[in-house]
């Protein structure tokens, strides 16, 4: 069955970095679409930036300059860079596979910006 496994999250200070891992299974990931999504307290889930399975990358505008978002094929793996971190960025970072009619997500990996 396909799984996904966020890990990377963390407290980090406003102006610092972190790098969220997302391992996929249970599907043939180099041939899919992958995205990151967050959810802040009371917001609703928003897409950060997504990624094709040839590479080509997207990103919400709130991130775009700060965030990178790749894949590692090999490791069936995609990563979210995030750097010049905002306590505005504080939310549960999702990694997100659309399969079909379905809608894939991971459990989650908490992201907190504060000093």
């Known amino acids: 069955q396909v799984q996904l496994v966020e890990s990377g999250g963390g407290l980090v200070q406003p102006g610092g970095s972190l790098r969220l891992s997302c391992v996929a299974s249970?599907?043939?990931?180099?041939?899919?679409?992958m995205g990151w999504y967050r959810q802040a307290p009371g917001k609703q889930r928003e897409l950060v930036a997504d990624?094709?399975?040839?590479?080509?990358?997207n990103y919400a505008d709130f991130v775009k300059g700060r965030f990178t978002i790749s894949r590692d094929n090999a490791k069936n793996t995609v990563y979210l860079q995030m750097n010049s971190l905002k306590p505005e960025d504080t939310a549960v970072y999702y990694c997100?596979?659309?399969?079909?009619?379905?809608?894939?997500w991971g459990k989650g990996t908490l992201v907190t910006v504060s000093s």
């Open positions: 249970g599907f043939t990931f180099s041939s899919h679409y």
């Open positions: 990624i094709t399975s040839g590479g080509s990358t």
């Open positions: 997100n596979v659309p399969i079909g009619a379905m809608d894939y």
